[in-house]
């Protein structure tokens, strides 16, 4: 099993950059990543970063956020350049140890089997 632990969200305008962290305790899972929903919507994934350090993302945030791992620490971030009011959301860390999820997109992150409570993003146009 794997605790998650999410920091570094917060309010920033149209244009700017935040980075989020999430911390794993507990065994390597063989992915994480991250997904988020706005009120009214539904999850959407946004990132996965796979164990081999492989990377997938929604065609929303392409060319935009970058997810990383530090795998001593057992820890990710999200890098968020570019955002944009629509990026408004809830963001979630995710993490699952099933490597045919894990094998999927950045469409598939809401579906893992691990996540941290939350961290708010907002961003003001």
């Known amino acids: 099993q794997v605790q998650l632990v999410e920091s570094g969200g917060g309010s920033v305008q149209s244009g700017g950059s935040l980075r989020l962290s999430c911390v794993g305790y507990?065994?390597?899972?063989?992915?994480m990543g991250w997904f988020r929903q706005a009120p009214g919507e539904e999850r959407e994934g946004v990132a996965v970063?796979?164990?081999?350090?492989?990377?997938n993302y929604a065609d929303s945030v392409k060319g935009r956020f970058t997810i990383s791992q530090d795998n001593a620490k057992n820890t990710q971030h999200l890098q968020m350049n570019s955002l944009k009011a629509e990026d408004t959301a809830m963001y979630y860390c995710?993490?699952?140890?099933?490597?045919?999820?894990?094998?999927?997109?950045?469409?598939?992150?809401?579906?893992?089997?691990?996540r941290g409570q939350g961290t708010q993003v907002t961003v003001s146009s």
């Open positions: 507990g065994y390597r899972p063989d992915c």
């Open positions: 995710a993490a699952d140890f099933s490597r045919r999820l894990c094998s999927g997109s950045a469409l598939r992150v809401p579906e893992y089997s691990y």
């Open positions: 970063i796979r164990s081999d350090a492989s990377t």
